[in-house]
């Protein structure tokens, strides 16, 4: 049987999407662990300088500028060279990288040292995690059946909030048997040692399963890749008008409701960081089924009319959504009503799922086939990462400046809104997407 008919059978496809999804839930497994380290951390005065680094808001916002870069990078080689090949090398890069953050310490280099190469460390991180997260979609996308790119690119959405589970897990397991010191001096390095698991894990993949066949091939290198798209008027077309906006107003209302909300009820809020991963923890086990299904339904009813129906019901929750965190967060964080956050966060993640689950295969859908990966790559990146990180930046400057915790989520609310009705008016008029 030929390789390439193998991935398409069903045993075959659900093998490599399993694999392929485990791959990206340990790389927003590195990412989560960030986030909550920093919250960890942030209450006790014990940890290493590197770990300050390493769990500062600048560190984690540095993680973001390199995205795009990646995803250029690595989407062009996986239209020029496969996609399967451009996914194994980013995976193996950031099973590296995540490996060295572990290993940096100030016993045999300077603190100040440490701290710089902290910093390289996370742009390099973010380089390749941009190239693992695009080469992984347009992987399954272009593998799965034409009427069932929804159903399986589903199952990698699903792996943010899995990966953040696991981080969560990982991290209570750690507290239960050592102090907060310990783990501000020594045990986040092991967090990060698990990471490791990316690079045998991206071995296996590469020997395992086939690469699809490229849709063009007369280029011979990523840069003439890019320089023929940059003078492809009808390919940037497709890039910078519907599906750029819609991942915009995706990408901020599900950064908002999976991120912002820990900045909102953490250093605004003052809820324990236990009380908050509980919450999180459970309101997230909850909404993994809905991304498979709402995956499946787009196949069958269209994802531009999922996407954008998500879209405005996104805007018009997601300020009750954190009107309402506010109002059963306690009182400088004492007296959190859990069942009621944790019934919020349901209510509110079936709406920004509902659009979240089939907006990678809208995307894909819309960019010319040929540059599918690099096109995907530069708006996913655009839309889910470097716009909101923006948003989370100036969140964080109306507060310092006028103790507004409301200014972010207004500033989210406008991006998102905009996009929302741009995305609405320019949208495709015939599609069976």
Not at 14 to 43: K, N, P, R
Request: proline share 3%; with cysteine; net charge positive.
């Amino acid at each position: 049987m030929d390789k390439y008919k193998y991935e398409t059978t069903v045993k075959g496809l659900w093998d490599v999407t399993g694999m392929v999804s485990l791959g990206v839930i340990l790389v927003f497994y590195c990412y989560y662990l960030t986030g909550i380290l920093h919250f960890e951390t942030s209450q006790t005065k014990e940890s290493s300088s590197g770990l300050s680094v390493v769990a500062s808001y600048l560190s984690f916002a540095t993680g973001f500028i390199f995205r795009p870069l990646g995803a250029i990078y690595f989407g062009a080689l996986a239209d020029t060279a496969g996609k399967k090949r451009a996914l194994v090398k980013s995976f193996k890069m950031l099973g590296v990288v995540s490996l060295c953050m572990a290993l940096l310490h100030e016993s045999y280099m300077p603190a100040n040292v440490v701290s710089v190469f902290v910093i390289i460390v996370r742009l390099l991180q973010g380089f390749a995690t941009a190239g693992t997260v695009t080469c992984a979609i347009a992987y399954i996308y272009d593998l799965a059946p034409t009427l069932e790119k929804g159903r399986f690119t589903s199952w990698l959405q699903m792996a943010a909030p899995s990966g953040y589970l696991i981080a969560m897990a990982i991290v209570i397991l750690f507290k239960l048997f050592v102090s907060a010191e310990d783990l501000g001096i020594w045990g986040w390095r092991v967090c990060f040692l698990l990471s490791g698991l990316i690079y045998p894990l991206a071995v296996y993949i590469d020997r395992k399963f086939p690469d699809v066949p490229l849709t063009y091939d007369r280029e011979t290198s990523a840069i003439s890749h890019l320089k023929n798209l940059l003078s492809d008027k009808s390919a940037l077309k497709r890039i910078f008008t519907f599906a750029l906006f819609i991942a915009i107003n995706v990408g901020v209302l599900a950064y908002f409701f999976n991120l912002y909300r820990l900045y909102f009820l953490g250093p605004l809020l003052k809820v324990p960081s236990d009380a908050i991963g509980f919450i999180v923890a459970i309101s997230s086990l909850f909404l993994l089924p809905l991304y498979p299904l709402f995956g499946v339904i787009s196949d069958r009813v269209g994802r531009t009319k999922m996407c954008l129906a998500g879209a405005f019901l996104g805007i018009a929750v997601i300020f009750p959504y954190f009107y309402f965190m506010q109002k059963f967060a306690g009182v400088g964080g004492i007296g959190a009503n859990k069942a009621a956050l944790i019934i919020i966060m349901v209510l509110t993640g079936f709406v920004i799922t509902l659009s979240y689950a089939p907006v990678v295969a809208l995307v894909c859908d819309s960019v010319e086939s040929r540059y599918r990966a690099v096109s995907f790559g530069v708006i996913y990146n655009i839309g889910f990462s470097f716009i909101p990180s923006l948003l989370q930046i100036a969140g964080s400057y109306f507060y310092d400046k006028n103790a507004s915790i409301y200014g972010g989520i207004y500033a989210a609310l406008i991006v998102a809104t905009l996009a929302g009705g741009i995305s609405y008016l320019i949208r495709p008029k015939r599609t069976t997407a």
